[in-house]
């Protein structure tokens, strides 16, 4: 879920935003692209059709054996970019993966002269026609449109090689910060990306790379410049791996100008507090109200704490979807021209509400600025290297004493002292006369928490009821709402039985109540009444329990046995668990030795305490755990087989069982 702060929302906030090259990104080439809508079909070797095996993945199912894009920026204002891909097919399962194509594209482009065609192993060829490919509609969201252009090959099978083309025209676009995609979900023996620049560039350009060595353009004819990069693996995700953009082949086409000499983050930052000044003023009206605010207040924490409840109670955040704004009433409300209009009308946009507590907090004696940041959940930040679009208005940065504290009352799901995950841990730019690199804290375990309570009974045949309340706070509780807040209360529900069914295929669960899904401090919570029929196994007169409620049908966080990426958690966790079973009459512990803790430093810890009370009627099982610290949320890969088994240990230990056996007395037979 994106900040608040980093979508435009009104004329103003554009302009803050889209300071040069700095925030405006270009476009992005996505998608398993290809050369040439509108250029002929290259002929298919002998050699091709013949293929038998991988030339870069020996385990692939499919492989590109060529991409090419052709990048055309010497028109007035359109960009085109033809692509044309090649594939070869070599099981049945690259065939299914392979056999239907979606090219997405946005309002503002166009998709013409798509073409595709399948030649068979024999060498018969099988065209596309152009009544098959079919436009539709993926997703509008405020007002934007996701589109595809979709089709399926003809004729295809194991052996043949499927290639297509298509021609993406860019309304009012430049190549100028270009993102070219060097690395797909598919290997590629050759990939080839043609670029003519803008004719007011002169021919020159620059090109950064990521993660991939830097890709040298040759002159061709025309006016266009290439480059070929060979044997390029196929992407392949993993679990909790570092954004994309940090670990996927790519390439940024950067022009050269006065503009991209001068520009940087130090100049972002100054424009920036010089378009906020009229926000941050200190007039009469801030003035007279950030006093009465802060009436009673003794110290600066609570000064502060009461300026954030005042802007998030009494302004109607229209970036918020539970304000309750129609975007066509959102379209009809003025603009607010400074902090006081804010105030004075009580509706805005995040951005608006956070200039407004900075403007109160000025009042109040302190200095608030507009803090930039980035987002860490898209690409680590590396502030000595510049990139459209990573730096943004973020939040709002307070001198405290000799420290800077940062809030965000403008993101309605964050609660004060905590910013989102996503600018946690990373450095923000405060945007002032003097722009200053300060690192923005990161929340402890402590502070996203799930709570786990259940009170159960468990009957002679191995059925658990009983009623559950389950809690989240912190980032753990803003996943959640953020998951949730579209939904009707209906689909609320259908989401949480699906999520519990998961795991717990025969569970039943009634009663349902879900509390506080839009309330922006308030932790989310979860109540419900849940039978699970079988949930302990019976073998003659024992019964065998897994104790750990709420972690049974959970596989292992990881399970590969190698790794590539390094492991990226997003943020410090902690989990509580109180589980009470009432056990069956007839039946008494056999076997109830309880886990032994599980600990990693200052990192991790797992304990468990389980027991029964005194009449020896019911199970009493508590676990607790938490993961990460400051600073510490990236793991490199050669720690995996570590980190792999101390998860797989809290695993099993979540799985392990015990034991009940019925009374001999009882139930005579």
């Avoid at 100054?270 to 110290?299: F, H, Q, W």
């Avoid at 786990?452 to 059925?463: C, P, Q, V, Y």
Wanted: aromatic share 10%; with cysteine.
């Amino acid at each position: 879920m994106k900040s608040p702060l980093s979508l435009p929302r009104n004329s103003r906030l554009i302009l803050i935003t889209a300071l040069g090259v700095l925030v405006l990104a270009g476009p992005r080439v996505g998608g398993i692209n290809a050369a040439a809508g509108g250029e002929e079909w290259r002929p298919v070797e002998p050699a091709e059709l013949a293929l038998k095996t991988p030339m870069v993945d020996p385990d692939a199912d499919a492989e590109a054996i060529f991409w090419d894009i052709r990048v055309d920026d010497g028109g007035e204002s359109d960009l085109v970019l033809s692509h044309y891909i090649r594939i070869k097919i070599f099981t049945e399962r690259g065939r299914e993966l392979e056999s239907k194509i979606d090219i997405p594209f946005f309002s503002g482009t166009r998709i013409k002269d798509v073409a595709a065609r399948t030649i068979k192993p024999d060498g018969s060829i099988v065209e596309l026609g152009k009544d098959d490919v079919v436009e539709k509609t993926v997703v509008k969201v405020s007002g934007v449109k996701l589109r595809t252009k979709s089709f399926a090959f003809p004729a295809i099978e194991p052996g043949a090689i499927i290639e297509y083309k298509w021609k993406e025209v860019i309304s009012d676009s430049s190549a100028n910060n270009m993102r070219l995609d060097f690395q797909r979900e598919i290997p590629i023996e050759s990939i080839t990306y043609h670029i003519k620049p803008s004719s007011n560039v002169a021919g020159s350009f620059d090109v950064r790379p990521f993660n991939m060595p830097r890709p040298e353009f040759q002159k061709e004819k025309n006016g266009f410049q290439f480059t070929t990069v060979t044997k390029m693996p196929a992407f392949r995700e993993e679990p909790l791996m570092p954004p994309e953009d940090n670990v996927r082949s790519w390439a940024m086409i950067k022009y050269q100008n006065l503009l991209t000499v001068l520009a940087g983050y130090q100049m972002l930052a100054y424009e920036l507090n010089r378009m906020s000044l009229p926000y941050l003023k200190v007039d009469d009206e801030i003035r007279s109200k950030s006093a009465e605010i802060v009436a009673g207040a003794k110290t600066p924490e609570e000064k502060l704490e009461k300026i954030f409840a005042f802007c998030r109670a009494n302004i109607k955040n229209t970036s918020d979807k539970s304000s309750g704004y129609t975007r066509e009433e959102i379209k009809k409300l003025k603009e607010n021209k400074k902090s006081a209009d804010t105030l004075q009308r009580g509706v805005g946009p995040a951005i608006d509400v956070d200039l407004l507590f900075a403007a109160l907090a000025n009042a109040a004696g302190f200095d608030a600025h507009l803090a930039l940041a980035p987002d860490r959940g898209k690409r680590f930040f590396d502030r000595s290297v510049v990139v459209p679009g990573a730096l943004r208005p973020a939040n709002i940065a307070v001198r405290v004493g000799d420290n800077w504290k940062f809030f965000d009352p403008g993101f309605h799901y964050i609660t004060p002292g905590m910013l989102r995950w996503q600018e946690e841990g990373v450095d923000a730019l405060i945007a002032n006369d003097s722009p200053v690199w300060v690192k923005t804290p990161l929340s402890p375990p402590d502070k996203s928490r799930e709570t786990r309570a259940a009170t159960l009974r468990l009957d002679e045949n191995g059925t658990l009821e009983g009623d559950v309340t389950i809690e989240y706070t912190g980032h753990l509780a803003v996943e959640r709402k953020a998951f949730n807040d579209d939904d009707s209360p209906t689909q609320r529900e259908e989401n949480l039985k699906e999520a519990v069914k998961r795991r717990l295929s025969s569970a039943e669960l009634t009663n349902i109540v879900i509390e506080n899904a839009t309330d922006s401090v308030k932790p989310f919570r979860y109540k419900y009444h849940v039978r699970v029929p079988e949930y302990a196994q019976r073998t003659g007169k024992r019964l065998f329990l897994q104790p750990a409620f709420f972690e049974k049908g959970i596989s292992p966080l990881f399970t590969s046995s190698t790794r590539r990426y390094e492991i990226y958690f997003h943020f410090p966790w902690s989990e509580e668990d109180k589980v009470t079973i009432s056990l069956p009459k007839g039946y008494a512990l056999d076997n109830a030795d309880a886990p032994a803790p599980i600990g990693a430093g200052e990192i991790c810890r797992y304990t468990v305490k389980m027991g029964v009370t005194n009449d020896q009627t019911t199970l009493v099982y508590n676990r607790s755990f938490f993961f990460g610290r400051e600073n510490v949320l990236l793991f490199p890969a050669e720690t995996y087989e570590p980190l792999k088994r101390l998860f797989d240990e809290i695993n099993k230990a979540d799985n392990h069982t015990i034991t009940l056996k019925q009374n001999s007395a009882a139930n005579p037979q």
